[in-house]
């Protein structure tokens, strides 16, 4: 699966957005699993990419992105090494689905870890233009 291809992303997450809506379980077997972990690099390319970013946000409601993201991503599984993408992504689920607050506390904590750490980059850079877009007049 080529996630770079924007229509395939965006195909991919409706179709993991049915499966949820449907009831069906996350697969837990080690071939399933191989293939499902590809919608954490969907989610990487399409969300950081400024190109495609607008047109994956379009492919499902903000409020069934945000489920269908915490459906294929339950916190309690995220690797500690991928936690702090995790909460990026949720606070700008949460965002778009315009649970300001939420979002807002979520940036903040990373923020604030991140910034204890000394650490800069993408990740950091990401979170603060969050805070900057909450700072914005409320629409």
Known sequence: MLFSDTPLASE???????????GEPVPTNDAERGVWSKYGNLYHLQLLSG???VAFLA??????HLATFCWLFPESQMPSDKLNWWVLFLAMFQELNG???AARSHYESLRS???SQHASGRLLDQTE???????????
């Not at 991919?12 to 449907?22: D, I, K, L, P, Q």
């Not at 492919?59 to 069934?64: D, F, K, N």
């Not at 233009?129 to 629409?139: A, D, K, N, V």
């Open 12 to 22: 991919a997450v409706r179709v993991a957005n049915e499966m949820r809506g449907s």
């Open 51 to 53: 190109t495609q970013k």
């Open 59 to 64: 492919a499902l409601p903000p409020a069934e």
């Open 99 to 101: 649970e300001r607050l």
């Open 113 to 115: 870890e991140r910034l």
């Open 129 to 139: 233009e969050g805070l900057r877009r909450l700072s914005g007049p409320q629409l």
